[in-house]
């Protein structure tokens, strides 16, 4: 099983990026996945978090409003869409999805992708 997270990049405050994340040897639909990202010198935190088949959502205080994720099954691939990126926001964001089928939350993920890195400038 493998996720492969893309779409990271240089984008000035303000902007808009869009990640995705796409499933090899599983069906994300079946399971919970998030997004998750590391700052330079920080811990990694949760950005978001989807149930399997959408149960539900969560987002991060943080990104509130400002981002969205969404999933299409049919390319087997999860997507965050980034709007009004703040510089606060430059950091590696990976997608993890917890394998346990039926899974409902993402504090026991333990399926990563690589991380793609999303700097915004001021």
């Known amino acids: 099983v493998q996720l492969q997270a893309s779409g990271g990049g240089l984008v000035q405050a303000g902007g808009s990026l869009r990640l995705s994340c796409a499933a090899s040897?599983?069906?994300?639909?079946?399971?919970?996945i998030g997004w998750f990202r590391q700052a330079p010198g920080k811990e990694r935190e949760g950005v978001t978090c989807s149930g399997s088949s959408g149960s539900f959502m969560a987002y991060a205080d943080s990104v509130k409003g400002r981002f969205t994720f969404s999933r299409d099954n049919a390319k087997n691939t999860v997507y965050l869409q980034m709007n009004s990126l703040k510089p606060e926001d430059t950091a590696v964001y990976y997608c993890?999805?917890?394998?346990?089928?039926?899974?409902?939350?993402?504090?026991?993920?333990?399926?990563w992708g690589q991380g793609t890195l999303v700097t915004v400038s001021s």
């Open positions: 993890a999805a917890d394998s346990r089928v039926g899974s409902d939350a993402c504090n026991a993920v333990d399926v």
């Open positions: 040897g599983f069906t994300l639909d079946y399971y919970a």
